[in-house]
């Protein structure tokens, strides 16, 4: 009997790099190898390739070293890795789930002010979130006279697009903002304003939807401030765990730790040997595990599907854990980029066992 399928759904650059063998930093060979450890079959297609009403897909499925479309019946369990933000294609997946599909992840870009909105409701988790406000005009003024630094931030931005910082002065404040929202963007300019905020800034809060935080106080790495990305997904049990943790440590010359926009990655281990010899590193370690543990069972509670996430989580220089935000489609490279190849590998494989755990008729625990 053939092995089932599993779906993964892709964005468009991505399926199209499939048969050129140029899959981005989606390294989907890691799906095929974990196919055959829970033998299943890991099938590849974009929203537009299902016929809701034959209930068939159009994929890519992998024939000796090459990758061939065909059609298949849509897979029972289908893993999203593609980001859709319209209505339109909200209610196809809905569709999909309608007909007996599961598809985890289904959602994977939540408003930044939401999550943060559901993490507030757990008293554990609610001392470790920084003050967070809509930004408005009026919001900008309370938290200014609440709090020396902010970030000021897009509710539905990824990869630090959009980010400023605001800093208070002697006599006045300082203002770092990005000169366009792309990814590319190395540009970025400095205002110093007393009374009035800046109208760059004015307009920014009125044009779109962003967020207020009080700029947290992190642990630093050679004098550059540093977070964590933490893995942390449902696997074969269908139990969620953490499966790798990779430091991010601000470039130089700004105060993002995002690798996109220049910040580096390191060791968690190596920055603690360094920098924190008095922590006691086994104790740090499972307070920052059972923290991101306690999030991602939290927001599962509310957000349904949800099995595969990112999340960044800072530390004081004491080791105390803070909450930083939520990525629903997590960037898995940060562990490449930190030569954490059994975590990157692992970080693909999980998922498929989690595929295999609700293809068994299996229900995930809370």
Known sequence: MANPYVGILVNDSLY?????????????????????????????????????????VHAYVRVGLCYE??????????????VYLDQASYQTLEAWTQQGVILFNRWNRYNKLRIHEVL?????????LPGTYPATLKNMKIMMSAYDSLIIKPTNSSIGRGVMKMDRRVRSWQLIYPISMKISNKIYRTVRFRQYLPLILRRKIQSRTYMIQQRLPL?????RPFDLRISAQRGATGEWGITGIVAKVASPKLFLTNVAQGGEVRSLPEILTAEYAHLNHEQVLRQITDFSLLVAQHLSTELPYLADIGLDVGITTDGFPLFIECNGKDQRYSFLEAEMQDIWKASYFNPIGYAKFLLDGCTPPM
């Open 69 to 82: 479309q065909m059609w298949l019946e849509l897979p029972k369990v289908i893993h999203n890795r593609a």
């Open 16 to 56: 199209a790099g499939i048969p050129l063998g140029n899959t981005q930093y989606e390294a989907i060979q890691f799906y095929e190898e974990a196919g055959k450890q829970y033998e299943v079959t890991p099938c590849f297609f974009r929203i537009q390739d299902v016929h809701i009403d034959t209930m068939k």
């Open 219 to 223: 642990a630093t790495f050679d004098g």
């Open 120 to 128: 507030l409701k757990n008293d554990t988790i609610r001392p470790h």
